[in-house]
Structures are given as structure tokens and as C-alpha cells.
């Protein structure tokens, strides 16, 4: 199993601004995800954070706008950059211990951009 | 896209009822997942079934799989009010791929 300790648990934030988001492992693992779930949707990978090297956006998702960095096997960031009110969402980092098994959350950050 | 399908969409049950819900995927899979979320939180795995098996139990879970109808249902036996969430199904597609998350079941479970 993994936990996955995920920080801010939510924050208001004014639009035009950047927000950070943490993700701390208490394993080492060698992929993390990064998801966007808007309001009352289902959750959308925004990329799959690799160590060592840049991550892999989905579609729809450029770095510009939510670069992540990946410093070692325990550890990811997510930036929402320049943000708008459509940027509410909550966020949420993921795990699998190994491939073809589960996945572990973290908490989730709460947005809102106001 | 490979997303998964959930319904019903919202189910509201008493305690002591049974929820079923159902979800349905488009492509190949190594295996499904079913996933729950308290209150816009980080989500909790619940069961894993893999593409080579057709049920599997877990305490008041059971989990069926239909690979031929690209199908697959939770049942959740003697329900509580405790068990008000909402509730993902996820496909682990062959290859190396992430996770592909459905739109969810919101269950309410009325003392």
C-alpha cells in the first residue's frame, strides 16, 4: 500500500494567480498521476508525472498551465498557473504500487478561484 | 474514448437495502476497479476484479464482471447510511496506460 499526504487541502485563490500542490509518497514509486475532477464530474488525468523526466500531458492539458515537477521517487508538484474561475476544481494525486493494481489517492485539493 | 459509463447516475436507497450499480467500458482490459469518494475526497479503492474473472466478494461487496458485454456491476448487500458516496468504476486498459475513471454513481442511503 501507499499514503499519499497531499497539501493545501483547499484554497481560494484570485484569478490571474498561481496555486502549488504537494504530493508527498511514504514509498518510493516510480509513476504518479495527476487528476482534475470539476464539479460533480468524474475525475480526468491531467498527466503522469515521471521521475527524471518531463511528464506526459493528456490532451487538452499543456505545461504551460499546469507544469509539474518530479524531483525524486517520493515526491510531485502540481502548478495551476494564471487561473480563472474555470480552474475550480478539486485535484487530486495518485499512485499504483505497481502496474495492473490499485490505485492510492491523496486527499484531493479543493479550488476555487475567484 | 475509453471512459466508463455508471448508472444509474444517483440511487437512493433505505438501510438495510441492497445498490446495485452497473458500468460499462469500450475497450480491452487487464482489469476494472470500483472506487469511493466521501464528499469531493480523495477516493478509496474497494475491489479489483481481474479480466479473467467473472465475481469476486469482499465483506458486503460483490463485484461481477462481463467481458463479453464490456460490462461490469457493485453490488452492495445490507447498506448503511455510511455508505452514502459517490462510487467510480475504473478500467486498467492493456498496456501501459493509466486509469480510465467513469462518471460515477451518487449513492444516498436514508436512515
Known amino acids: 500500500s501507499a499514503v499519499i499526504s497531499q497539501k493545501p487541502s483547499r484554497d481560494i485563490c484570485q484569478r490571474g494567480t498561481s496555486l502549488t500542490i504537494q504530493c508527498q509518497v511514504d514509498?518510493?514509486?516510480?509513476?504518479m498521476f495527476w487528476y482534475r475532477q470539476q464539479p460533480g464530474q468524474s475525475l480526468t488525468l491531467i498527466a503522469t508525472?515521471?521521475?527524471?523526466?518531463?511528464?506526459?500531458?493528456e490532451s487538452g492539458f499543456v505545461i504551460d498551465k499546469f507544469p509539474i515537477s518530479r524531483p525524486n521517487l517520493t515526491f510531485s508538484t502540481l502548478t495551476v498557473s494564471n487561473m480563472s474561475p474555470e480552474d475550480s476544481s478539486i485535484y487530486l494525486c495518485?499512485?499504483?504500487?505497481?502496474?495492473?493494481?490499485?490505485?492510492?489517492f491523496g486527499q484531493g485539493t479543493r479550488l476555487t478561484v475567484v | 474514448s475509453q471512459q466508463g459509463e455508471e448508472d444509474p447516475q444517483a440511487l437512493s436507497i433505505q438501510e438495510g437495502e441492497n445498490a446495485t450499480m452497473n458500468c460499462s467500458y469500450k475497450?480491452?482490459?487487464?482489469?476494472l476497479q470500483w472506487y469511493r469518494q466521501n464528499s469531493g475526497r480523495g477516493l478509496v479503492h474497494l475491489i479489483l476484479?481481474?479480466?479473467?474473472?467473472r465475481e469476486k466478494h469482499s465483506g458486503r461487496l460483490r463485484v461481477t464482471l462481463d467481458t463479453s458485454k464490456k460490462s461490469s456491476s457493485l453490488l452492495i448487500t445490507a447498506s448503511r447510511a455510511a455508505d452514502t458516496a459517490s462510487y467510480f468504476c475504473?478500467?486498467?486498459?492493456?498496456?501501459?496506460?493509466?486509469?480510465?475513471f467513469g462518471k460515477g454513481t451518487r449513492l444516498s442511503v436514508i436512515a
Open positions: 495518485s499512485v499504483e504500487a505497481a502496474r495492473n493494481t490499485e490505485a492510492f
Open positions: 508525472a515521471n521521475q527524471g523526466s518531463e511528464a506526459t500531458y
Open positions: 476484479i481481474r479480466s479473467n474473472e
Open positions: 475497450t480491452s482490459i487487464n482489469n
Open positions: 475504473a478500467t486498467d486498459a492493456r498496456g501501459n496506460t493509466p486509469l480510465v
Open positions: 514509498s518510493q514509486v516510480t509513476m
